[in-house]
């Protein structure tokens, strides 16, 4: 039997090219080829799309005691209201998008950048989110409910 959550795109972000900062998009046409349209990443297979929770960005901000933009994590979706830790396999519903967790996504040397400590605290319970492919194309847009079937 299959579980489902249901949670809400809260914002999306992609970026052209490595080592710039994160763009912050209202929408975004999402392909199988090249993940969210724009975004170097997108051609990366099993990692085309990035998804971080606000429970975990949240948990992570509390254990260094900062308060930093959720954009720091350099992720391309923020969704709130799902739990995605061990959850490689299942697939993301959001807008016309289907999205299949391929892995837990490692937090990097630059999260300490960030912050003393946050690559850390992002490595606990699969905080720093999950990578992705995309298995249906489609359009997002912040405020789009998200599923979790599987």
């Not at 949670?7 to 992609?14: D, T, V």
């Not at 085309?48 to 930093?68: H, I, N, P, S």
């Not at 396999?89 to 807008?95: E, F, P, V």
């Amino acid at each position: 039997m299959s579980e489902q959550m249901q949670g809400e795109l809260l914002a999306i972000a992609m970026r052209d090219k490595p080592r710039v900062p994160m763009q912050e998009l209202s929408d975004c046409a999402v392909s199988v080829e090249a993940g969210l349209q724009g975004d170097f990443r997108g051609v990366s297979p099993g990692r085309q799309v990035t998804v971080l929770t606000r429970e975990g960005w949240q948990a992570a901000c509390e254990a260094v005691d900062t308060d930093l933009p959720w954009t720091t994590r350099r992720a391309n979706l923020f969704v709130r209201g799902l739990d995605l830790e061990g959850r490689v396999g299942a697939r993301l519903k959001i807008g016309t998008v289907e999205l299949v967790i391929t892995d837990e996504c490692e937090p990097c040397h630059f999260m300490d950048a960030a912050h003393e400590g946050l690559r850390k605290a992002l490595a606990l319970d699969w905080r720093a989110g999950v990578t992705c492919r995309v298995a249906q194309a489609g359009h997002v847009a912040i405020g789009d409910r998200v599923q979790l079937q599987g």
